[in-house]
């Protein structure tokens, strides 16, 4: 018997220092998140960043919580069971980080029979932070706790025409009716030596601007590749010039050289460069969460405007829009025939 897996990023259980605390732990102290020697990891993570953190990303949750409960867990759940509705195999739903285990998910999948699972990780471009650390945990369960199972691992959809689709469809509703002077498309930042450690090649990914524009086998497995691709897609059937659109990279930790441009940086630059009507698409992520709906909804927005920006828009994430959960119904749907 077949079933669905959707796995995504993870969240607090509620806006507290109590419960940020363990969650930032279980997920910065993830080799894949921050991939030095662990015990150099334990002294930054737990001697250093554990210390004022959870204080901060506690009042940052505090902001944008639901009665409900975490917007990205809310949103999740949406979206599972409109998803659960439009096929005919069951669909779990499970974080790689926080409460809701990748275990307890593969649990109530094989309570209800299932066999092999369509492991879906929520994340349209490839990341070893994000991607990959799902698929290896998700691995791992799998065979100390489930070795019957057979896994189907879901591919970053970054290119897949039906998303994009979705992606550009849902960036002309809801900026209609907003004339912006630009579109800023800003994906979730990474180490830049995260690209090359996943570069398959590994001779291709320079970062200097022209390999991710260069046919190779490295652009299955490069982030950076992917965003671009993401945007090129998108901004040709909305039908936007040059001019009128832009990528950068947001949430960069200090420290470490990350990708860039920043958004921070460029959004605070945009109104002395003409730009007084704003919107922001974050396509890095499926549902609205943290880093979109505090980040940039909120934090963007005040810096654009006290920089001399006149209006800001962000674009909410595809979360449990019907037209992204048919089009998930339908991949699914594909897999089980």
């Known amino acids: 018997m077949k079933g669905v ?9 509620s806006p507290t220092p109590k419960d940020v605390k363990p969650y930032l732990d279980e997920f ?12 150099l990891r334990a002294l930054l993570v737990r001697g250093i960043i554990l210390r004022k953190r959870p204080e901060e990303s506690a009042h940052a949750y505090s902001k ?3 009665e409900e409960g975490s917007p990205l867990v809310v949103l999740s759940q949406r979206m599972q069971k409109k998803v659960q ?32 699972v369509m492991l879906f990780p929520l994340y349209p471009q490839y990341a070893m932070a994000s991607t990959l650390t799902i698929l290896v945990k998700a691995e791992q369960i799998r065979s100390k706790k489930f070795p019957h199972m057979k896994f189907t691992d879901v591919p970053a959809f970054y290119n897949k025409p039906d998303y994009i689709k979705n992606l550009a469809d849902s960036i002309q509703k809801h900026s209609a009716g ?13 180490p830049e030596r995260h690209i090359r450690k996943t570069d398959v090649t590994k001779s291709h990914c320079r970062i200097d601007g022209s390999c991710c524009s260069t046919p190779s086998p490295a652009h299955e497995f490069c982030y950076r590749h992917q965003c671009y691709e993401t945007t090129r897609q998108a901004v040709k059937l909305l039908g936007l ?16 050289k ?20 704003l919107a922001v698409v974050t396509p890095a992520f499926v549902s609205d969460c943290l880093e979109t709906l505090e980040e940039i909804a909120m934090r963007a927005k005040e810096d654009f405007q006290a ?31």
């Open 5 to 13: 897996l959707f796995v995504n990023l993870g969240s607090p259980d």
């Open 28 to 39: 910065l102290m993830d080799k894949y998140v921050i991939d030095v020697p662990y015990l």
């Open 64 to 66: 944008i919580w639901w």
């Open 85 to 116: 509705a439009l096929v005919h195999v069951p669909v779990s739903l499970a974080m790689r980080y926080g409460s809701m285990t990748i275990e307890k998910g593969l649990q109530e999948l094989h309570d209800k029979g299932v066999t092999e």
């Open 178 to 190: 907003f004339d912006y002077d630009h579109l800023l498309f800003s994906y979730h930042g990474i």
């Open 241 to 256: 010039s040059e001019d009128k659109y832009s990528l950068t990279f947001q949430s960069r930790l200090a420290g470490d």
């Open 258 to 277: 990350w990708l860039e441009p920043y958004t921070d940086v460029e959004i605070d630059n945009m109104p002395s460069r003409g730009i007084k009507k």
């Open 307 to 337: 920089n001399g920006g006149e209006e800001f828009l962000a674009v909410p994430c595809l979360n449990d829009d019907q037209q992204w959960c048919e089009t998930l119904s339908c991949w699914i749907n594909n897999w089980t025939e």
